[in-house]
């Protein structure tokens, strides 16, 4: 069963890095791409809680990383932290609620690019918060909320199926034993 | 019954927190590592571009064919029209050409006249392809699918057909980063081609929506330089080899000192289009190097 976990998780967060770099270079709305890593990161920390969402984050930040930036380390903290404030969420996860997984991705995608702002231009001197808010900020969060709406359910469905079957009976489960105390 | 249930699952995991913090150190200390150090992370770069390349270009290469698929769905009369257009244009580039061509032999026996037979045109190029750009929306930086195993190395220059589109920076087995001069981070030292004289482009990423480059550090006194003069990379870059066009003079403003003049580029690479590029595989010569 973890193997088969593993598996899926490493395949996800390949396929969503590639897509997520190369394919919507073809079809950009903008300049913007959506951040289907946040999205995944955001995904496995609500759905399987803070340890996967920890990890997870942490690998999908790494990559990027490897590929975009001159220090590693950078954005597998951020994608991290997000996992980690996600998967602390997990005890209010429900499978048929499609609110709390779009709220998250929605605040975790404001703080990652008020994080990236402060970060990567403030410090450097460029303080066009305007310019950054309406040319980036702006259209790159709808259009991770417009794809999240397709591509959480994705990870639902794979996660219900093939990872773990019992997903559903667990959640009522946990459910029950919180009631209980 | 119940406290028992839950015990067991939580029993061999880190707590989050903990996980967290272990995180958190291992991240800041691989950005002190890799800040300080100059060491590349050569081990990663290599180890993780054999697995996510491979992915990346099955992925270019659907979207591509997609995108051609499309493109292939434009009606006849559309392609009449264009077919027209493009006749006509086949006919003044001819014509264009054979100037051109005469204006080639003269050059040429010009040059071997003044033993100046380097320009960009006779340096080694290999081609490659953009496989992946920064996702961030900031577009400051894009991957390409050739990598140390064709012989590319870091500060290697970068041009697609028209001119400069910039610098590699990092390179693993099997692909590279490039670095735009219309990134944020981006100086070129360039020269205005007819004048000679010397001035700093650089990148914004306020302009890039504009298409367009800033320059300053212009000296000109006597105003000869014209907006749409060609502005070529310099000799006295540390990094680009000199000749290559970077673009044309957009707006010339005066500085407030008075003394130096700033303004505009428009590059002559359409970096939103970007798909096959050249990496010039010759080195500027340095005193270091």
Known sequence: ?181 | MSPVLKKKPEKKKIPGKYLLLIVTVLCLGLMLVTFTTNISDSFLNSSVGVVVIPFQKGIVNVSSKLFDYAEKQKTIEELQAENERLKAEVDSLTSENTLLMQDYYELTSLRQLYDLDQTYSDYEKVGARIIASDSSSWFNSFIIDKGEDDGIKPDMNIISGAGLVGIVTETGKNWSRVNTIINDNANVSATVLHTGDNLIAAGSIELIEQGVIAYSGLYDQDGNVKEGDKVVTSNISSKYLPGILIGYIDTIEIDSNNMTKSGLITPVVDFEHLEEVLVIKELKKTPES
């Open chain 1, 1 to 181: 069963m973890k193997i088969k976990k593993w598996i899926i998780s490493i395949a996800s967060v390949l396929l969503f890095f590639s897509l997520q770099t190369a394919a919507f270079r073809v079809f950009p709305i903008g300049r913007s791409v959506p951040e289907l890593l946040l999205i995944i990161t955001v995904s496995y920390g609500l759905m399987r809680g803070e340890q996967d969402g920890i990890l997870t984050g942490f690998f999908c930040g790494l990559l990027f990383d490897v590929f975009f930036m001159d220090i590693l380390g950078f954005y597998a903290l951020l994608y991290a932290f997000i996992g980690f404030v996600c998967g602390a969420a997990n005890d209010l996860f429900r499978k048929d609620d499609i609110k709390l997984p779009l709220i998250s991705i929605l605040l975790s995608e404001l703080f990652f690019c008020l994080c990236r702002f402060f970060f990567l231009n403030v410090l450097l001197g460029n303080f066009n918060f305007r310019f950054f808010a309406r040319d980036i900020l702006l259209p790159e969060t709808a259009f991770t909320m417009l794809v999240s709406i397709g591509a959480y359910p994705l990870l639902l469905i794979v996660e219900e199926r093939i990872v773990n079957r019992q997903f559903i009976k667990k959640k009522e489960e946990g459910e029950g034993i919180t009631d209980a105390l």
